[in-house]
């Protein structure tokens, strides 16, 4: 083929500059999917995610939580065949949410040996060692009232309750947590935490703080889920005010100074902003909560054929992961984890 054949003196197009249309054509790798895959620069997997598990008292109890279709309450019978599951997927961790048997005003079962949650770490620890297991730390589910901490007149005391805190932390890692993730939002949770756990033995038990959890609207299901509504008031004198970024991000410092491993930002979708602005100013790994009433409206939408699940539970997914986490929470890692893995 000749210079000619090939058009190479062809005028030079001086109505556009080297830089941009038509030298510069983004659309050239985007044709095929495989050049996608190549240049794609957020990729989901098994890998990042933490799977929720609701555990109550029983025995043969597997029942599906209404407004969180596809998550279950079980009991811990039913637990090892259930992380067998979850680790077959590649998923690495689970976080566990207790029902109590009953309530007190100290959410005493909360830090029992027999406690519901300590029962649930054994059983996945012998049935799968491999399986990291997380362990929510707070009073909620446990209490008469509601309340993430200890209640005085109608106060929470975040002083006293960090004593309860520390309490709940060791008798989790003594029962097989590997990790314990502190969520009430009390001042000095992480710090008093850590202190017991280096006190009692469990240096190398890394804390997961509930670092920016606000006070959202898209916790409902969850707390059906959990049995968990305040039976006064509500947490906005405790959990963060869904208006502010800026004391996110002093959230975030004061607990890594305390001695966090990790750091989440609870919720996920509207708080997008926070984890991107937590990434650029922290090096430490981000985890975000993609919370029961993300879930719930995604599979309400998909069970009407509003919209396709699948697509917008990956799409979402990868938007939370491209905001800045390394590791998301989410009701959906089974079935992404499912829609992921090779045929």
């Given at each position: ?14 109505n ?34 933490i ?12 029942r ?7 998550n279950?309450?079980?009991s811990?019978?039913?637990l090892a ?5 979850i680790?077959s ?14 309530k ?5 079962e ?33 209490t ?7 209640v ?32 009430g939002m009390?001042d ?16 190398n ?21 959990a ?13 963060m005010d869904?208006a ?7 959230e975030v ?14 919720p ?16 430490a ?14 599979k ?19 938007g939370i992961?491209?905001a ?13 984890a ?6």
């Amino acid at each position: 083929m000749t210079l000619t054949a090939l058009n190479l003196q062809a005028p030079v197009d001086t109505n556009h500059t080297a830089a941009g249309f038509p030298t510069q054509r983004l659309r050239r790798l985007r044709r095929t999917e495989n050049l996608r895959r190549m240049v794609r620069e957020t990729t989901l997997s098994a890998d990042d995610f933490i799977y929720p598990l609701f555990v109550v008292h029983g025995t043969n109890v597997r029942r599906e939580i209404a407004s969180m279709p596809g998550n279950f309450h079980w009991s811990v019978d039913k637990l090892a065949a259930e992380a067998e599951s979850i680790a077959s997927l590649g998923i690495p961790a689970v976080i566990l949410f207790g029902l109590p048997a009953s309530k007190d005003e100290w959410g005493s079962e909360d830090y029992a040996d027999d406690g519901i949650v300590q029962e649930a770490a054994r059983a996945i620890k012998q049935a799968v060692p491999d399986l990291v297991v997380v362990t929510d730390v707070c009073l909620c589910e446990y209490t008469s009232h509601g309340h993430c901490g200890i209640v005085r007149h109608g106060d929470v005391q975040n002083d006293e309750t960090l004593e309860y805190y520390q309490r709940v932390a060791v008798s989790h890692a003594a029962a097989g947590a590997d990790i314990v993730a502190p969520s009430g939002m009390m001042d000095g949770q992480v710090g008093a935490i850590r202190q017991a756990l280096d006190l009692n033995g469990f240096k190398n038990t890394p804390i997961l703080a509930y670092a920016a959890k606000f006070a959202s609207a898209f916790y409902g299901p969850f707390r059906e889920a959990a049995d968990s509504p305040p039976q006064f008031g509500n947490r906005k004198a405790y959990q963060m005010d869904p208006a502010n970024a800026r004391e996110a991000l002093r959230e975030v410092e004061l607990d890594l100074a305390e001695g966090a491993d990790m750091v989440m930002i609870k919720p996920a979708l509207p708080y997008l902003d926070i984890i991107r602005q937590t990434r650029d100013r922290f090096d430490a790994p981000i985890a975000a909560y993609n919370v029961s009433g993300e879930y719930a409206m995604v599979k309400a939408a998909g069970r009407n054929g509003w919209i396709d699940e699948q697509k917008v539970t990956l799409e979402l997914l990868t938007g939370i992961k491209r905001a800045g986490a390394d590791i998301i929470l989410s009701y959906h890692a089974k079935d992404v984890a499912r829609w992921l893995k090779p045929i």
